[in-house]
């Protein structure tokens, strides 16, 4: 996903079948299974990076939503005005 712009650490944890996988930024995944601790590559890890780059895309397409909404309610939209004339 790219490097940190900050020094801040990221860290990201998921739960893919019964495994605790876990993302650091600096310091890549980690899972507690076997495969991964001979690998250090697994199942568990690839679905939690297809998780977490989905994850992103949902991100950015919010962003990009939600700055189009705030550009729309910005304009000068005038409210309607109730109608004058009352059903009685």
Not at 59 to 80: C, I, M, W, Y
Request: proline share 2%; charged share 35%; net charge positive.
């Amino acid at each position: 996903m790219g490097t940190p712009t900050s020094d801040r650490l990221i860290r990201t944890e998921y739960m893919i079948d019964r495994h605790r996988v876990v993302y650091e930024s600096g310091g890549g995944w980690h899972c507690e299974c076997e495969e991964f601790k001979s690998t250090r590559e697994c199942r568990h890890t690839r679905e939690s990076e297809g998780r977490r780059a989905a994850q992103a895309m949902i991100a950015a397409r919010v962003r990009s939503v939600n700055g189009v909404l705030a550009e729309f309610t910005h304009h000068d939209v005038k409210p309607r005005q109730a109608s004058k004339q009352r059903r009685e």
